[in-house]
């Protein structure tokens, strides 16, 4: 069986610790602060996670870059030229051209070493549900798994990642498009938090409007009682944008309710964080076919 190597982008929102225990490659994405721009690399951060929620708050503003084609030749060519085959799981192309560029290019490269094999999946998960999908990878090739197994596995599982997330600021949805500015302003008036998901097509979609914080992260446990399959045997990752407290609150609650005794909580991201501001909870899982409940 030929070697290969799993990549992933930096919206997977992987610590450092966590791309060293699963030898797996990231590939950095650019993002801005005020004037200041930065490369998003988990294992050498260029900002603290606290720094960068606290300059957003702030207002300052932050911006972010899809990865380029040359980076991706250059991140796969490196493998392929060493006759490693290469496996790369991509940031939803529901939120993103990034994956795109990537199938660009490995066109191009599969095309300059036939005797290689390079696969993209488009993972249609953002943040640590997309790194949820790269740890599932990681143990599969640990156990012996070919890349093409890896790759089916990933393509047949990939609508079953559960996302839920509830944002504290709606005006950083608001800056994105997802909700109006007159909902932004009277949803922080009344204090209504939205619960959401990502849709089969990898987009956002607003599940629901709850009133308080708390009550907001009680309803995304709510949703996973309808939706997870086998929870107590699951690893259940829980991301959080400078809010340990929310992330610590919902990691009790899953262990009480479901049994779950496996978590990994990790930091959102600058690249997802710009689009979510501080205060922010995600968490993740497999189950149900993910629009359960969701269509009318």
Known sequence: MSDYRIITDSTSDLTGELVRELDVDVIPMDFTVGDDAYRDCPTEPEISSHDFYTRITAGEPSKTNQISLSTFTETFEQYLKAGVDVLYLGFSSGLSGTYNNSTLVARELAEKYPERKIYTVDTLAASLGEGLLVWYAAQKKRAGAAIEEVRD???QNKL???HWFTVYDLDHLRRGGRISGAAAV???VLGVKPVMHVDDTGHLALVEKVRGRRQSLDRLIDHMELTAIDPE???VFIGHSDYP???EYVKQQIGRRFGVK???IGTIGPVIGAHMGAGSLDFF????DRDFGLKP
Do not use: S, V
């Open 245 to 247: 407290e929310g992330a």
């Open 160 to 162: 079953h990642m559960h």
């Open 153 to 155: 596995w990933e393509e």
């Open 186 to 188: 009277m949803g922080t």
């Open 233 to 235: 045997d699951q690893t």
């Open 262 to 264: 496996q978590f990994r």
């Open 285 to 288: 899982y497999l189950g149900t």
